[in-house]
């Protein structure tokens, strides 16, 4: 079924934002910690350094810094059949005061020749939320109306109602920075802050014939990716 510019925005949890009244959010866009232990002949019990008792398992023997939820990737899809390939790496694992957890998603021209893309923002799942729309990706480099620590939007986020096409080079690859929020929640709500579990997201796209080139360079596709809080 061909993705008209209208089906194709509201096939995403972008359009359903852009539809709710709030705030506007405009976006703009490794710690590590070693402990040195004193050496001593008598046994040394290591709970004794966890950062009071709140660090988490890294996965590899180590902790990390006390704060949370922390997310990991539980899951990545394949890569459709489309001259183009995401990638997703988390940069900011664990929700602390400064900052929430935090991705980059990188998009690349995997083929031979000049390749548009759009929706531009969606494709880089800027304003998207997860299936279960209890989470959702914003610009890295913009403020939004939620309490530090806590990442749960107070309100709403605004979009504007446009099809953005990106244009990449062969071989070019550009990334954005997002960070995780809570989507705001109603009065009648229990209000909380990040929620723990497994959440999806995908987003639909299209590559090709989208600046007036001919109809059949024109493909559509989904890639998504899983991930967990806990």
Do not use: K
């Not at 996965?59 to 899951?75: A, N, Q, Y």
């Not at 953005?164 to 109603?186: D, H, K, M, T, W």
């Amino acid at each position: 079924m061909s993705l008209t510019r209208r089906t194709f925005l509201g096939s995403t949890a972008l359009l359903s934002f852009g539809l709710l009244a709030g705030c506007v959010g405009d976006g703009g866009s490794d710690d590590g910690a070693t402990t040195d232990d004193e050496t001593t002949d008598e046994p040394t019990d290591t709970t004794d350094d966890l950062p009071d008792g709140n660090g988490t398992d890294d996965g590899t023997g180590g902790t990390r810094p006390s704060g949370g939820p922390g997310i990991s990737l539980v899951g990545v899809d394949d890569d459709p059949d489309v001259p183009v390939e995401h990638e997703i790496e988390i940069t900011e694992d664990l929700a602390t005061e400064d900052h929430p957890p935090q991705v980059r998603i990188t998009l690349t021209n995997t083929g031979d020749e000049v390749v548009e893309v759009g929706e531009g923002r969606t494709v880089f799942f800027q304003y998207v939320s997860d299936t279960t729309n209890d989470l959702i990706f914003l610009p890295a480099d913009g403020e939004y109306p939620a309490e530090a620590g806590c990442w749960r939007l107070e309100d709403h986020i605004a979009v504007t109602e446009e099809y953005r096409i990106l244009s990449l080079e062969p071989g070019e690859s550009r990334s954005e920075l997002l960070n995780l929020y809570g989507v705001a929640q109603s009065e009648d709500e229990e209000v909380s802050c990040l929620p723990v579990g497994e959440f999806r997201f995908e987003a639909d796209f299209a590559t090709g014939g989208l600046s007036g080139s001919a109809d059949d360079d024109r493909r559509e596709a989904t890639w998504g990716f899983s991930l967990t809080l806990e």
